[in-house]
């Protein structure tokens, strides 16, 4: 599985992007795909998952504000992110939960100015 993340960019506090991850699988076969984000300094921390059945999964500090969605077409998942805070601002990477283990997407940088 390959992943080619894009969508960052800079934005001002209340504002919207949306993030996306191509992949080179269908859909169907992988369980599970999201998103991570990382702080300069800080731990990468979970943002969103979806699996292949649908479910979904949050932080709590995106809760309300992110949408995670699949395009199953075009073998691609998105990050909507919407209200969006300066704490928003960080590399964010997509990955892939296959059964041979997890692949990471390159980051893309979103920066939220106050």
């Known amino acids: 599985v390959q992943l080619q993340a894009s969508g960052g960019g800079l934005v001002q506090a209340g504002g919207s992007l949306r993030l996306s991850c191509a992949t080179s699988?269908?859909?169907?076969?992988?369980?599970?795909m999201g998103w991570y984000r990382q702080i300069p300094g800080k731990q990468r921390e979970p943002v969103a998952l979806l699996s292949n059945l649908g479910s979904t999964e949050y932080v709590d500090s995106v809760k309300g504000r992110f949408a995670i969605s699949r395009d199953n077409a075009k073998k691609t998942v998105y990050l909507q992110m919407n209200v969006l805070k300066a704490e928003d601002t960080a590399v964010y990477y997509c990955y892939a939960y296959t059964n041979g283990g997890v692949v990471w997407g390159q980051g893309t940088l979103v920066t939220v100015s106050s």
């Open positions: 699988e269908k859909m169907s076969s992988i369980p599970i």
